[in-house]
Structures are given as C-alpha cells and as structure tokens.
C-alpha cells in the first residue's frame, strides 16, 4: 500500500522541490488540489484529513492554521516553516543531531524541519556541547551565504530580473529567525551574532563559526574527533583535518541530501573555524522533509534522495 502525501502549499520553492522528490516514487500518492482551491480551508482540511502524511510548506501563521485544521485527524505532520522549531511538542527533524534523534522522528506524530543556516550551525555545535567541548555560555560568531533561492519567491524574483545583482548580508539587527532553533538545539546559553548573506547564485550555502583559542577545550584535533565519532555514517560526513581546501564552495553539493563538515584554521595555534556546506533546498529543506518522511513511514531515510 502506498502512503498518502499531502503539500500543503506545494507552489512554493521548497513545495515544489519536494513535490519533485516524491512524483517519482510509486510508494507515495500524492494528494494535491486544484489551483482555485489551494486556499480554500474546507478543500485544505480535507487533503489534510485524507493524508497520512501532511507536509506544511507554508508562512508561519498559515501551518499553525494547517494544525488547526487536522487536529482531529490521525494526519502526521512535517512543518517546514518556523512556527513549531522550538516547540516542545514537536519534534525536530534533524535525525542526526543526537543520539536517538532518528529513532523520535520516526516515531513522531508532529516533526518541524530545520532551517538551512540552523542544520548547519547545529550541527557544527552540538557534538561540541555534547562532548564537553564547548561552554554553553560561549560567545559564539556564525558567518553564512547562501543561494538566493534561500529567500522565496520574492527574492528569486529580484535577482532573476537583474542580471548585475550581486551579494548583500542582511538580517543585520540581530533577529534572524533561525536564531531561537540554534539556540535551543545547539543547547547554548547566549544567543548567537549571525551575520548571513546571500550570494549571486541560486542554491548553496557555507556556514562558518570561528573559535579563538581559549573558547574550547581541548585541541582542534579533539574538536574534528567529536564531530568525525558523531557523524559516522549518514548523510553528513566530516573531512578528515588534513584536507583543508583553501576554498570553501557553497554549491559543492548542490542537487543532494548532504551536509559536509570541516574544521579548518591554524590547529597548531588553536584558531579554528568550524565550516559546514549543504545545498539550502536539499539538506537545508526540501531533501530533509523527505529524510523525515521517509522515516515516519518507517522507510530507507535515503529513500528518493540516492
């Protein structure tokens, strides 16, 4: 028997990504509206009651009233938006951010994907904190660029009608929505400094946080150590500490479900910076929403993403 999917909001960038993840699979029937009723709340709450799996590729405000909708049903749900990232009722769909995580997603009735920036610094962070690495009142910095798509529909726009546009950084006051999640899943004390931009490509993203000496126990051979025993197998993978490339390149895994880490710097003077690459729609959205369906279905995670 296959399993009923519904997008909710499956025009959008990352809707549209996953809808092209699974139209292929013949274990997954889509469930899908016509385009004058997508925003018809009775047409929506049936598609929601008729899905086994729900997936909400929606603004915050509209997946909390998807929620609403199929409160009554056994519909399960994965929120792609912000809305329940650090709700304690959901669970968050990063399957390898600890031990156990894999086992809660699939399980879980209500999953919420991780943001791009957040999968990143998350999973740079985490291992850290877990193996005692890492203060978590540590004043932590993450840089990031990422594709315009990262952006929706209306920054694809502006850049797609001009040519000459080049990178910007943004979210300048400090209000970043991705923080809250870094903050709660990373298990930090203080709240992050995030300065992310975007660059004049359409997808890709590098995420780095630089770590002086004295902000981390250990040596930046404890610290790849930590991050390599964490991520042994999976989707994520860490370069091994001598192949520092004098490059980092944001779209190196473009068209994929993977996240790659690196611990570059100067190891002998204890200056490192932590680096983390993903393709913003694969592992950053789209690929992941399928990794955790693929999981609550009881499913290969890699299902569609090979």
């Not at 938006?81 to 669970?91: C, E, L, Q, V, Y």
């Not at 610094?121 to 993450?142: E, F, M, N």
């Not at 630089?210 to 051979?221: C, D, I, R, V, Y």
Request: charged content about 20%; proline content about 6%.
């Amino acid at each position: 028997m296959t399993a009923r999917v519904f997008i909710d909001g499956e025009v959008g960038t990352t809707g549209l990504q996953i809808r092209d993840r699974l139209s292929p699979r013949d274990d997954i029937t889509l469930i899908s509206l016509p385009e004058d009723r997508r925003k018809d709340a009775d047409a929506r709450a049936e598609a929601l009651a008729g899905a086994d799996v729900a997936i909400l590729c929606l603004p915050d405000d509209a997946a909390r009233e998807a929620v609403k909708l199929c409160a009554d049903t056994g519909t399960r749900l994965i929120d792609a938006s912000t809305a329940h990232r650090t709700d304690p009722a959901w669970t968050f769909g990063f399957p390898e951010m600890a031990p156990g995580q894999e086992a809660a997603v699939a399980g879980a009735a209500r999953v919420s994907n991780p943001g791009c920036y957040s999968t990143c610094a998350i999973a740079l962070l985490r291992p850290l904190r877990d193996a005692g690495l890492l203060a978590p009142d540590t004043p932590i910095s993450i840089f990031g660029i990422s594709g315009y798509t990262g952006g929706g529909k209306s920054l694809i726009a502006e850049f797609d009608g001009d040519s000459a546009m080049g990178s910007f950084v943004y979210a300048t006051g400090q209000t970043h929505k991705h923080l809250p999640e870094i903050v709660t899943h990373a298990q930090l004390d203080a709240t992050p400094m995030f300065i992310p931009s975007v660059g004049p490509f359409a997808q890709g993203m590098v995420v780095q946080i630089a770590l002086h000496p004295g902000m981390f126990k250990g040596s930046a051979q404890d610290l790849h150590a930590a991050l390599a025993d964490h991520y042994a197998s999976g989707f994520v993978r860490v370069r091994p500490l001598a192949a520092q490339q004098a490059r980092e390149e944001p779209q190196a895994l473009n068209g994929t479900n993977d996240l790659e880490l690196a611990v570059l710097g100067d190891a002998g003077k204890g200056r490192v910076v932590l680096s983390a690459i993903l393709d913003n729609l694969g592992k950053g959205a789209s690929g992941a929403a399928v990794q955790n369906l693929n999981l609550m279905l009881g499913l290969d995670p890699a299902t569609g993403l090979r």
